[in-house]
Structures are given as C-alpha cells and as structure tokens.
C-alpha cells in the first residue's frame, strides 16, 4: 500500500525533497555504500531505491564500495548485485563502482560495475565529473592521476567517491586521517564539491571540511546499528536501519535525501555550489 | 654520554622509543602526526634508511668474512635452509588465513611482510634468553629471510616510474667506481659513500628498486683489516680501516635514523585493526616458526648437522625469536603498500610480532632452553646436597 501511494504521489510529482520531473540540466543519482551482502535487507534497499525512482528517476547509481561481500563467484554477483538491482538494471539505469577493501580487484572488469578495467576512473555526465578512486591502494600512480585529472577538470561540479571515508564519525572505522592528509589537499585545490564514502556502515553528513561537503553512506547493505558517535564535525547522522543517498544537481544546487530501508527521509537538505576565489 | 645513553645504543632502543612516541602521537593527535609522517617519510625510508642498511651490510661483511662469526658454508646451508622454511611457512600462513576471509584480493600482496625478520631486535632478545652457541646461526637466518624478503619486494613492487636501462647502468657505474677506488687503494670511506653511493642511490631509484639499499652493493668493497668475531659488535678503537671508520662516525646518526624510523613509520591508529593486522600476527606466531623447523627438521634429516652442543629445544626457541618482524616488517609494510588503511593493517601487524619475542622468553623458560639451562645447571650446583636422615 505504501509503495502504491508512493507511487501514485511520485507521478503526480508532489512529493517533497529531491522530487519532480528532471530538467535538462539536472543530474540525478543514488549512493550506496557496502551493499553487496545478498541479503535479505540488501533487497529491501533495493525496492526502496526502485520507489524512490518513480518520484525521483535517476539514471545512475553510485557505488561506494564493497559492492559483493564474501565469495565473488558468477553467482554471487548475481544474488549480490543483478537480482536486487534488477529493476533498475532493466530500466537502464548504470551503476559505477568504486572498490573496497571486499571487493576482489578484478571485478572492475565486470561490466555492469561500469569501470571500464580501472580501478579509478572518471567520468561526465552534464555539468557534473565524478572522480572515482581506489582508496585500497593509493600509491603514487594513482596520486599523481588524481592531481592531474582534478586540475584538468573544468566541470562546474566535481564529485569524488571512494571506500574509506576522510572523515567519519563511525565507532568502527572512524576517519582515515592518512588517507585525508594527502587527498584532502588536493580536494581543497582543485575546488571539488562533494565526496562520498562508506566503509563505516552508517549514514553520516559532515559539515563542510576546508570547503568540501563530506558523506559517509556506507549502509546500503551492512549495518552497525548505532555506531555513531557525534563530534563536532556531525551535521547528521543516521545508524538506526540500512539507507542510501539521493541527489538532484541542477544548477548551483545539489539537493540530497538520505532514505532508511523503511522509506523515511532521515536526513535532507541543500548544497550551493560556491564560486570559489 | 650519560649511561642511560650509552645503554639505548647498546640495547637499540632508539627504535622502540621512536615507535612509542609515534604510536601516542598518531592515536591522539592523527591529523598532526599523519602529516607529519607524510611529509618526512621520503627522507627517513628512502633516504635515511640507507645508512641503517649500511651498517647492516658492514655486520654482514665482518661477520661473514673468513675470520666472522657467520662463516663456513655449512652453518650458511643450514641457516638457509630455516630462513626459506620460514618464509615459506609464513607465507603459506598467511595467505591461507587470508583465504578464510574475502578480502584476499586487497591484502595477498603483503605478503613479503611476512618475511621479514628484525635483526637487531632478535639478537638482542636471542643475547638474554638464548645460548651464545645458536646466535650465529639466528642471526644468520635473520639475513638470509631479509634477503628472500626483500628481494621479492623489489621485484614485485618497483617504486616510481622505472627507467631500467639507465638505472642499471648508473648501478653498475657505482659498483665499478667502488672496485676502482679499492684498487687504488684508497683508504677513507667518503668516496666511497658520496661518489659510488651516490650514484647507486640514483641507479636503484631509477630501476624501481628501493633507493634505501643504495649502500648495500658499496659496502663490501671498502677496506677492512679489523677481525671482528662477534656480531653486532662496535668496531675495534684502534682499528683504523675504512668500514671501522664507517662504522664510527655512522653510528650514532644511525641510531638517529632507528629514531626517526621509527617515528615515522609505526604511527598506526589502533582502531585500524583489521585482517591484515591479524593475518601477519599468526603468520609469525605460528607459520613462520612451524616452517623453519620443519625445515630444520629436513636440512639435518639430508646431512646438515645443527650447530655444535645446540638442541633441539634451542632451535624452537630460535624459531620463535627469528619470527619477529618489527623494524624489517614496517619496512617491508612501507614498501609493499601506499599510505592507507590497509597499510596501517599491516603496520599493526608489523608491530604485534614483537609478541613471538615475549612468547619466545616464555617457551625458553619453560623448556629450560639456552639461558634458561644454564641457570638450572647453576641453581643445581650451588643447591647444598640432600643428606637423607
């Protein structure tokens, strides 16, 4: 029934957040982080994803890592990826994968994932360049990549993904500080916009850091019920049940909801896009 | 020199105070630390280091040497023998423990880690708990699993963009400009460092090969007249040869380096704990020591003999002692991983091998092992005789 009014009010185009028909301009994706569990609620995200596209029809998906948990058989990306997604799949909706510490290496080369053989890669889709990277291993190679393709970058938004979080509020993980003390530079430089990240397996939105908007959206399939601890850093967070991401890009704006498995709204809001000196 | 001082030289302790510093600072201030270790890790691992692995090479030359601690080709078999049971051992521990899990895929490269064995760190730690008699053929086994583990490390993880031709080249122009200057006889230590290592330094930078063994090729051909028995020994005071003159001036800033290594290397978050961490632990505790006596066990089943009055419950305690990797596992972190959390895994695996030390203390004790029999033998003959009533 829910599903049903859901969908029924996404049609009418009247439900509040990120919702409405797309414009020219508009680019529109979800974010899951540490999905690949094939299990039951893995599936509940998924459906949830699929109702959240009648209202909001994004037409890509990003995945932040950890995508297929355990053995990464044929079957297993079957069970862990094509049959929860398969609605999204059929309606062509295009997945691009980031690595995590689950994931074997070669599934960048499963074609789904969208990765092209790399484990990090960019790419455009209208004003928006996403910036994938291998936070597994980030060696000087892939540093010097990342500098080049920032700096090269014209986009009016650029978005970066990888699995381990700069910043986190997580009892688990928590902020990978090495990490952040050579990307973050970069980041700040090269003016990029958002980053997402999962690995701690909650949700979490940072307040901005030097300029650059930072989420944790590592509970798309995992769970660690009430594995936040709030700092000063915390905008929002939300570790009671699994969720993913929504955003809207349209102009200057990026418009996000954060969704529970159940389908409440849990966090939401704005990020303007700043013209920066 | 204050004898406290005198006494961190002697015990290497420059090392552990560096990494326990590193350790506070990195859980309490991390952003601080981290940026920091990133900003000077290029001067201490590729730079630095290059002296530490010198002054291992000079221990090396001296103790093989005719006249050394370590030389005849049968204590070099049998150590061979139980360093490449015990890296094989440790791998085989570790990739299987990696196999349990899924994150194989990310942490199967680190597997030279496990390789690594300190040898500083066990001498010393083989000095108290062990016989003298088996401490050749530890230290000796400690050189050649460095050696099986660094070699693999080169070859598997070259470092920056190589340029082979050239590298080699400037190599071989190092190595012969050092072969030049023995022949002529020249007898002070800085041409050989500043020209030949120099030159190598920037020859194995551009072969991809780790620039901190520049040195190692150079050492061996500067002149040596001292007749150094033991090892880890400081040179003779008189001794006016090249390497004992290396030896002098380079120690005390080698000591600095251990320091400095330290500092920026074993800074881990200890929440970072992960398979890796877990995985090179066991792999020490119990891959490694199983593989070299195993080994053991095969070398002297085909004719090898153990060293003369060494047991067999000697040999479980060297097992032991040879599987702490510490200052040669960070090293050896450093190289196989980038900075990260898998790095940091591993780092904190790294340092958890100086837990096979502790453990090692333990079994000699309790199989009254090395030491440990010597001071019953001695307990026993100063004990007043029983005289029954």
């Known amino acids: 029934m829910r599903l049903l009014v859901t969908i029924v009010l996404g049609v009418l185009g009247v439900l509040p957040g990120a919702g409405g028909a797309p414009t020219q301009s508009s680019v529109r994706f979800a974010v899951i982080g540490d999905s690949g569990t094939g299990d039951r609620v893995q599936y509940e995200v998924a459906r949830q994803m699929v109702a959240a596209r009648t209202r909001m029809p994004f037409e890509l998906v990003i995945m932040l890592g950890d995508n297929i948990y355990g053995h990464q058989g044929p079957d297993d990306f079957v069970q862990k990826f094509e049959r929860p997604y398969k609605p999204l799949l059929d309606a062509g909706v295009r997945f691009y994968a980031a690595l995590g510490n689950h994931d074997n290496e070669h599934n960048r080369f499963y074609g789904p994932f969208n990765m092209g053989g790399e484990r990090y890669y960019t790419y455009t889709v209208k004003n928006v360049r996403f910036f994938v990277l291998d936070s597994d291993y980030l060696d000087p190679k892939q540093r010097t990549w990342i500098e080049n393709a920032l700096r090269n970058a014209g986009d009016d938004w650029k978005i970066c993904y990888f699995h381990h979080p700069l910043y986190s509020d997580g009892g688990r993980h928590g902020s990978q500080v090495d990490l952040r003390v050579v990307l973050e530079p970069m980041f700040v430089k090269y003016d990029v916009n958002v980053v997402f990240s999962g690995h701690d397996h909650i949700y979490e939105r940072l307040k901005p850091q030097n300029g650059v908007h930072y989420f944790v959206a590592g509970a798309a399939g995992q769970l660690r019920k009430g594995d936040v601890r709030p700092s000063e850093m915390t905008a929002a967070a939300f570790a009671q049940d699994q969720s993913f991401v929504l955003v809207d890009i349209t102009g200057d704006d990026m418009t996000f909801e954060a969704i529970s498995r159940a389908g409440q709204i849990v966090d939401s809001g704005v990020i303007h896009r700043e013209a920066r000196p | ?389």
């Open chain 2, 1 to 389: 020199m204050t004898r406290a001082f005198r006494f961190a030289i002697d015990h290497y302790l420059f090392l552990p105070v560096g990494a326990a510093v590193a350790l506070s600072w990195a859980n309490n201030w991390p952003a601080s630390y981290f940026t920091f270790a990133y900003r000077v890790s290029f001067m201490v691992n590729d730079v630095g280091m290059a002296l530490f692995f010198a002054l291992m090479t000079r221990e090396v030359v001296e103790a093989a040497a005719p006249d050394g601690a370590l030389h005849t080709w049968r204590r070099l078999m049998l150590a061979v023998a139980a360093a490449s049971g015990g890296c094989l051992g440790a791998v085989l521990v570790y990739l299987g423990y990696l196999q349990m899990g899924d994150e194989s895929s990310v942490l199967a490269p680190g597997w030279p880690i496990v390789c690594a064995t300190d040898v500083a760190f066990t001498y010393f730690v083989a000095s108290n708990i062990c016989s003298q008699r088996v401490i050749p053929f530890l230290v000796l086994t400690a050189i050649v699993s460095n050696a099986i583990g660094l070699v693999v490390l080169e070859l598997r993880y070259p470092i920056g963009e190589i340029h082979a031709g050239a590298g080699i080249a400037l190599s071989m122009v190092a190595i012969t400009a050092a072969v030049v200057m023995r022949r002529c006889d020249v007898r002070s230590f800085w041409p050989y460092v500043l020209v030949s290592g120099a030159i190598s330094w920037f020859g194995l930078f551009l072969t991809g090969l780790h620039p901190a063994l520049a040195l190692v090729p150079i050492v061996p051909f500067l002149p040596r007249t001292s007749r150094t028995r033991r090892f880890m020994v400081d040179a003779p005071l008189g001794a006016r040869d090249a390497l004992s003159r290396f030896h002098r001036t380079w120690k005390y800033p080698g000591h600095l380096v251990l320091f400095m290594f330290g500092l920026t290397n074993a800074g881990v978050v200890l929440r970072g704990v992960g398979t890796g961490t877990w995985a090179i632990a066991i792999a020490a505790l119990a891959g490694k020591p199983a593989g070299t006596l195993l080994a053991l066990a095969f070398a002297v089943a085909a004719g090898l003999r153990l060293p003369r009055h060494v047991t067999w419950r000697d040999m479980i305690v060297v097992a032991l002692v040879s599987s702490t990797g510490f200052t040669f596992a960070l090293f050896f972190a450093t190289v196989a991983f980038p900075v990260g959390p898998v790095l940091n895994e591993a780092k904190l695996g790294a340092l958890l091998t100086i837990g096979v030390s502790v453990l090692a203390t333990a079994v000699a004790k309790l199989l009254r092992a090395g030491r440990f029999a010597e001071r019953a033998v001695r307990r026993r003959a100063s004990a007043p005789e029983y005289v029954g009533v």
